[in-house]
Nanobody, 121 residues
Framework: QVQLVESGGGLVQAGGSLRLSCAASGSIQRINAMSWYRQAPGKQRELVATITRGGVTNYVDSVKGRFSVSRDNAKNTVSLQMVSLKPEDTAVYYC???????????????WGQGTQVTVSS
């Protein structure tokens, strides 16, 4: 069973920093792109950052210059370093990855359970 487990959320004051981590476990053949999404109350889930297997990154405009996504292919992990946090960054953050499980032929999208990030003003 492949799973993604996030950690690192919490409560922080505006201007503060947090680092989110996500670890993939199970019988994995290959992990392709890994992404972070977030969903604020009453809003749609939005893509925050993506990193390809080769390390190419992309960010939503609202977090450019403040968030940094990285991954460790050997450890099957992805992280999101967030600095200069704003109250509008408050949301549940989800890890997502395209994973080819062992003995599988095709990639499947997996999601973590989410971790709450709350930024107080």
């Amino acid at each position: 069973q492949v799973q993604l487990v996030e950690s690192g959320g919490g409560l922080v004051q505006a201007g503060g920093s947090l680092r989110l981590s996500c670890a993939a476990s199970g019988s994995i053949q290959r992990i392709n792109a890994m992404s972070w999404y977030r969903q604020a109350p009453g809003k749609q889930r939005e893509l925050v950052a993506t990193i390809t297997r080769g390390g190419v990154t992309n960010y939503v405009d609202s977090v450019k210059g403040r968030f940094s996504v990285s991954r460790d292919n050997a450890k099957n992990t992805v992280s999101l370093q967030m600095v200069s946090l704003k109250p509008e960054d408050t949301a549940v953050y989800y890890c997502q990855a395209g994973i080819v499980a062992a003995a599988a032929l095709f990639e499947r999208t997996y999601w973590g359970q989410g971790t709450q990030v709350t930024v107080s003003s």
